[in-house]
């Protein structure tokens, strides 16, 4: 979800991720999808990539980072996306949450995947509930 999107005074449209991360993320995939979303929605000026700016504020590390965007930056997150949705349904197959078995779905091999992500109380509970308590203990391990 996008945090704050204003157009500044000198007609940009600025988009404003807050973070509250302690480490180090990536997050210039993220803030090119929000750019993407912005640029595509008719609820925002029609704006290209040399109208937008992207800023990524830390707020417990008072860092504000820049992230450049370009056309070809815009196509990649569009590709990003598109891939990662055929992911998901190629993993799901049709089936509604009620008919998915959690057993089937391994934890990610990389730490910082599962280090910044939101679900990640409901997916220790819900792992302990389909008795992979060790699955759940691996994630917990990840979050601190
Ligand atoms: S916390 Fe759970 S839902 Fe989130 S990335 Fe890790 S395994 Fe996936």
Known sequence: ?????????????????WK?????????????VYALAVTRSTSWQSVG???VELYEVNLLKDDVRRHGIT????DEAEDFAYGSLF???ALIDGR????????EFEIPEKPIICQYCTL???????LIEAGRPEAAAVIQGRLF
């Open 1 to 17: 979800m996008l945090d704050l999107v204003f157009v500044s005074a000198s007609g940009k449209t600025v988009i404003i991720d």
């Open 20 to 32: 509250v991360t302690k480490g180090l993320g990536d997050y210039r995939q993220q803030m090119l």
């Open 49 to 51: 990539p040399d109208y």
């Open 71 to 74: 056309r070809e930056m815009l």
């Open 87 to 89: 992911e998901l349904q």
């Open 96 to 103: 509604t949450y009620e008919d998915l078995d959690l057993n």
């Open 120 to 126: 990640a109380p409901l997916c220790t509970r819900l």
